[in-house]
């Protein structure tokens, strides 16, 4: 449940820059993977293709980029790098 939050939380941060932009669709987005995430490069781009179906975000081409610091402040956090958008 935890990825659940995760990427639920991310598309909604995706939505609102895109909807702050005016934009008609997200072309890339960039995402970097704190290690306790406990998600692999392959296992996000899998959920994000989930939830991003039906939405502006559908078919975006992602960049991730996966922390293996278990020390680092953001973790347990999947941090939004970039979005581009198509306006």
């Not at 939050?5 to 909807?19: G, K, N, T």
């Not at 980029?65 to 581009?84: K, N």
């Amino acid at each position: 449940m935890h990825e659940a939050s995760l990427i639920d939380s991310l598309m909604r941060r995706i939505d609102e820059v895109a909807r702050a932009e005016g934009a008609r669709r997200v072309v890339s987005v960039a995402v970097w993977l704190g290690a306790l995430t406990h998600m692999s490069a392959g296992h996000f781009i899998e959920h994000f293709g989930h939830a991003a179906a039906g939405t502006i975000a559908e078919g975006a081409a992602l960049n991730v980029d996966v922390s293996s610091d278990m020390s680092h402040a953001r973790a347990q956090e999947i941090v939004l790098q970039s979005v581009e958008v198509e306006t």
